[in-house]
């Protein structure tokens, strides 16, 4: 009964809002609707219309101070009505001006969506954790929808007591919450070649960052007791992939986490419901998710996912096996082509780092390309192996900028290029493209991807 | 009746209960909860096939003529009669001598370390639509038939539990399996590190169309 005069009321906000927007910014958008034609094709006046409302989360746009038929000094809509209550949306939801905040995917890099990737829309989050329905995701064999009343984990193999658990079992063993990043190694493998994809969600968004709750994976395992001749460990999902890898047991007692929790609530599915493992600093794909099953071995099993896949191609023809961790890297997160700056004036250059080393120590920033490099802040909480933000204020003069963030994490490990990488693994290796990002701002305040020499 | 040194005794002992209590939380069964999976329920989910030596291969075999009957039937839509892979679906055979290719081809025949990996995948995962649904027999029969496609095994090759790991993969060898990272040693220079006139854009994402959209709806990249 209340719902509908509200629901129509509320109808009415978007159109005027629209109107205003587009209104206010219709110069800026001719411009800008010229060059992304130019650089993407088939860009509408429509989609800039909606990356112009995301930029203006961001607060660089001056389109603020101008005046709309709801800006000061009139009064909106939304002040003059009541709104909705509470339980209106019992589960919440983002604004619907966020609509365009969503996970992507490149339909061209896989034969269909099951086996396949999407991105997390790094442009539009801040801070280092991921919003649960934006953390990207990374499927074998597509999404299992798993009942957790029948899900249950088998510990077998070289262990004293072969172990059945239920969900409530599992919930039972002292917890723990950890904030750690995920990241798949394949993120910004398509740039190993050339500069491919003009876009920050495409090049790095495989990577996101949460706090997980559950048990320390050493606590199951002293449960079950390990026989002595145990060195590995087989973990495997539920879903159709039955998607397995291969850990040596000093990993799986050292940080490791078997989650039913991310972000406290319950995982998502595509993040593995009701149970993952959490394997610390090392490549995604060895945090299975929708665990099932654990057994105890004294070799490593040599799955496809660790032979033919997750393998690294040296241009000798020799491949790397068990390049599990995850090295510093850090990228610009604005500007970025998503969100490019708005014409000359003071920014801040923000980002994010990480590394599977430990901690992050310390990030520089270049705008020449290289040439010369300035520390930026880094923001607390400073955590092991999770994304860490970095800043640095940058007054930008007009003129044609490169744009770079380089880092250095706790062991001292410097960020490479991407032409130092190449010199040693060539251009085939799919995996672990963790080289400095260089983005291209134009005196028009567009940004590209670019690769220097 | 009330002895200060009995008391302190009774604390000690509460003391040292408490002590042995957290010690054995390193012990098997400290916390007793769930149950011990019966032979049946472990044998059910107990699929593993370890790559290199072929342990927890089951009983059972195949030929390559049943494989290829089967293939055609269950794999051939996505993977090709030949394996040679529709679409983007992926080559199961060829590309031998292409891995220090400027484009290789790493298949089953030109890359895989392992022939028992091959069973364990094709049982675990394959067919993409219905996995882990082939009887033991047909699993066999179709590592045959792939082995077969990439020359790898004669046309009468039967695999079996036996068999199986005595195949020598041709990229065996190739295989390096210790992290030699950190293989780069950059150094964190400050001011003048380049010459700004080496600084040049070798390569550009603009204007190649390959990025889909990043705002509205999810983008297909279909044209219009």
Redesign the interface.
Known sequence: MNKRPQAAKRGNVRPILWRGIRGRNLPVISKLAGQRN???????V???G??LT?SLALGAESAHSETSEMSPPADAPWSQSLGAGVVDRPYGTPAEFEA?V?R?????L??GT??SISFS?L?SLNGIITPNGLFFERY??GRPDVDPAQHRL?I?GM????????MQ??M??PSVSRIHFIECPANGGMEWR??????L??NHGMISCAEWTGVKLS?LL????LKKEAKWA?V?GAD?????RSLPLEKCLDDCLIVYAQNGEALRPEQGYPLRLVVPGWEGNVSIKWL??I?L?D??????EE??KY?D?M???????????I?AKSVITFPC??KPVSGPGLYEIRGLAWTGNGKVK?V?VSV???????TAQLHEPVLSKALTRFTLPWRWDGKPA?LES?V?DETG?????IA??R???GT?SVY?NNSIQTW?VKADGSV?????? | MFNWAEHRLLWGAIALLMTTASAAAAEPGHFGYGTTPTAAQIAGWDIDVRGDDGVGLPAGKGSVSQGESVFADQCAACHGTFGEGEGRFPKLAGGNGTLKDDRPEPTVGSYWPFAPTLFDYINRAMPMPTPHTLSSDDVYALTAYILNLNNIVPNDFVADRESLPKIKMPNHDSFVWTDPRPDTAAKPCMSACIDPGAVKITATAEGNGLTPKTTGPLDNMQPK
């Open positions: 130019v650089a993407l094709g088939r860009r509408t429509l989609g800039l909606a990356a995301g365009g969503i992507r995917n490149v339909p061209w896989t034969a099951e086996s829309p442009q074998h064999a088998m077998h262990v004293e007591r072969p172990l059945l658990l239920t079992d599992i039972r063993f050339s500069a491919q994809l003009n876009s969600q495409f606590t002293e449960e079950v007791g087989m495997e159709g992939a039955h998607m397995n099932r099953r057994k071995g070799k490593p099993w040599y799955s496809r032979t033919s393998t191609l241009p000798d023809g020799t491949s790397r096996g068990f390049t599990w961790l090295d082509p998503e310390r520089d020449d390309g290289g040439v010369n490099w300035q490169l380089r250095i490990y410097v960020q490479p290029t130092q990488l010199q040693q693994r085939n672990h291209q590209f991807d670019v690769q220097l020499g």
